[in-house]
């Protein structure tokens, strides 16, 4: 079985850094691609940052860009998602969803449990 799960969200004071972590694990022949989601009290579910396999430049929000950076470590099947000089606007439940391609050859579409980021003073 594959399965998506995210980690390292916290409570942080506004400008200071986070890392959450997307790993896959299971029968994993290769991850197509990985995108953040977040969801804020109130807010509808929008893309934060997405990065797909191949070698492509990581797409960013425009509410993120030059804050957040994507990265991954292909061998673990983890991508990290830095994020620096938070504020509060970026509090929200963040979500990995990640396209898979498991070893029988099917494309599985799966949904982290989400990881909680508070930004407060």
Do not use: H
């Not at 957040?68 to 292909?74: G, I």
């Amino acid at each position: 079985q594959v399965q998506v799960v995210e980690s390292g969200g916290g409570l942080v004071q506004p400008g200071e850094s986070l890392t959450l972590s997307c790993a896959a694990s299971g029968s994993i022949l290769s991850v197509v691609a990985v995108t953040w989601f977040r969801q804020g009290p109130g807010k509808e579910r929008e893309v934060v940052a997405r990065l797909m396999s191949g070698g492509a430049a990581p797409e960013y929000a425009r509410f993120v860009k030059g804050r957040f950076v994507l990265s991954s470590d292909n061998a673990k099947n983890t991508v990290f998602l830095q994020m620096n000089n938070l504020n509060t606007e970026d509090t929200a439940v963040y979500y990995c969803n990640a396209d898979i391609i498991q070893t029988s050859g099917e494309l599985l579409d799966l949904w982290g449990q989400g990881t909680q980021v508070t930004v407060s003073s």
